[in-house]
């Protein structure tokens, strides 16, 4: 099992190990409007997952961003952002960003 360290303290992770090719896992999240979307599986594309604390900061909103225009040139691909944003301001800062 793999570990980490929070806090300066080794804790050990569980779950199964991700490697580079692995399908991930389907979850299901809220989107922006409230709905449910699954993530995830085998969807004939790459999903490019980009996980940041808070799209209303510009560092987060910068890396957004990149990997939007990166993903962009990538045939076939998709980009699904996590953010710790409630979904009502998500919505907002989707409106306000020019990608």
Not at 19 to 31: E, L, N, Y
Not at 33 to 60: F, M, N
Not at 74 to 98: D, K, L, Q, R, W
């Amino acid at each position: 099992m793999a570990t980490t360290k929070l806090k300066g303290n080794e804790v050990t992770l569980s779950g199964t190990d991700v490697k580079v090719g692995d399908v991930a896992p389907v979850v299901t999240v809220v989107a922006k409007d409230l709905s449910d979307v699954q993530v995830g599986g085998q969807k004939g594309k790459a999903q490019i997952v980009v996980v940041v604390p808070s799209l209303d900061t510009a560092v987060c909103a910068a890396e957004t961003r990149k990997f939007n225009g990166a993903a962009a040139r990538v045939e076939n691909a998709e980009v699904i952002v996590f953010s710790m944003v409630v979904p009502f301001a998500m919505g907002s800062v989707c409106t306000n960003e020019v990608v």
